[in-house]
């Protein structure tokens, strides 16, 4: 088993990574202070992992009540969370109630947002079923729901006591899903760790094979570098931005394609590589280097073009609304050299025009 500490503070938690996690109850005694436990999934997840893990709990002795909420990204709303308030408030759960999070990054980010408002804040445990929410949305405490107006626009900061990684779970994921994840992963190593991009050239097949044991080191690798980030930057003020990566192109690929056209992490992927297009337009990537992008997006079977019915227009009008537009002036965020990511203002316009330009010839 691998366990790193995210370090905050007083609210420092360990995140566990292994297979068969979630009969550990060694792992999850110490962290629930109270009989109360509410767990929490959707409609997919719970019939495949609900069972061992209440089971696990029940032996504890806790008194396990339940929420499943429908599955999909059109759920994550206020209108589930307050479902979660109504199973707590009819259960009479009080303030020293534990809230468990099991499922991917929606419910992940549902349950930490009820747990945030629940009688002021309540402690949670996540334990992420994607790879996606193991290697990001698990790590860091941004937890919230979508407003009919706009994606995360309700939310809050809020720690959980407790994350497992169970990565024998990883194996029900839809092949899609796990290359979602894995463009998470590439980004990591892309924007602060050459070693990792080489580690990745070598392992990415046996990572897209499920390899359990190369699962958990890609997750520990990732988690390390996500925590290390978060502690030095915890409401992204400065470098918490670097984990933005490929996101400026890619947030303008799913709103033009209209969410769930494209997965988060596909988007991604097409994001890093203009990145690197353009990091190379500027003189800082070798042609060679992004050449090296590209190949690693291939490797975990991601898309590395932007869809073809989008023009250039349509990324420049959806980036100059993108959130990390600060005053007028468009921030993205480039790499000066593999493994070394920037934040930047500084480029000609020009250059971000010629790069979407030559990617669609
Ligand atoms: P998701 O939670 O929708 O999961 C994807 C699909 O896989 C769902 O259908 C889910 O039910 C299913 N699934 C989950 N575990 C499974 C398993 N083990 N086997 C088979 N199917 C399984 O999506 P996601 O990619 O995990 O997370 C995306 C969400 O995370 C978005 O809402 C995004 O905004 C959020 N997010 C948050 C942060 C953060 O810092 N809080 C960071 C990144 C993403
Ligand atoms: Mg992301």
């Known amino acids: 088993m691998h366990t790193l500490e995210v370090d905050l503070g007083h609210r420092s938690y360990p995140i566990h990574i292994a297979p068969h996690l979630l009969t550990r109850a060694d792992l999850l005694a110490p962290h629930l202070q109270t009989r109360q436990v509410m767990l929490v999934s959707n409609t997919l997840v719970a019939p495949l992992y609900l069972a ?3 089971a696990t709990l029940t032996s504890l002795g806790h008194q396990v009540e339940t929420c499943i909420l429908p599955d999909g990204e059109v759920y994550k709303t206020l209108d589930s969370v307050n479902q979660i308030f109504d199973a707590l408030l009819e259960h009479r759960f009080n303030r ?4 468990i ?3 991917g990054g929606v419910i992940g980010d549902m349950v930490g947002f009820a747990a945030a408002c629940y009688q ?3 402690n949670f445990i996540q334990i992420p079923t994607t790879l996606l929410s193991q290697v990001d949305s698990s790590v860091g405490g941004k937890t919230g729901v979508n407003h009919p107006l706009g994606k995360n ?5 809020w720690q959980p006591q407790l994350v497992l990684a169970d990565t024998q779970v990883l194996t029900s994921l839809p092949a899609r899903e796990l290359s979602a994840g894995l463009a998470e992963i590439i980004k990591y190593a892309l924007l602060g760790d050459a070693d990792f991009i080489t580690w990745l050239e070598k392992h990415l097949p046996e990572l897209c094979a499920y390899h359990s044991e190369r699962l958990g080191e890609a997750v520990l690798r990732s988690c390390q570098a996500k925590a290390q980030i978060v502690a030095a930057d915890e409401r992204e003020q400065g470098v ?6 490929g996101h400026t192109f890619g947030h303008a690929i799913e709103t033009h394609m209209g969410y769930g056209q494209w997965l988060h992490g596909e988007a991604v992927a097409v994001g890093m590589y203009l990145a690197a297009r353009m990091s190379c337009a500027l003189g800082w990537l070798t042609q060679a280097q992004v050449a090296r992008v ?3 997006l291939q490797a975990a079977q991601l898309p590395y073009l932007p869809p073809a019915q989008m023009q250039v227009q349509d990324f420049l009008t959806h980036m100059a609304v993108d959130k990390k537009v600060l005053d007028g002036r468009l921030r993205l965020i480039l790499l000066q050299d ?3 990511a920037v934040i930047t203002q500084d480029f000609p316009i020009s250059v971000l025009h010629d790069t979407l330009n030559q990617v669609h010839l």
């Open 294 to 296: 590209q190949a690693l």
């Open 96 to 99: 020293t109630c534990t809230l």
């Open 338 to 340: 593999l493994g070394q």
């Open 52 to 54: 061992p893990l209440k």
């Open 101 to 103: 999070a099991l499922g």
């Open 153 to 157: 626009m309700i939310g809050a900061f």
């Open 240 to 245: 918490r931005a670097l984990l933005n990566l």
């Open 120 to 122: 002021r804040g309540v």
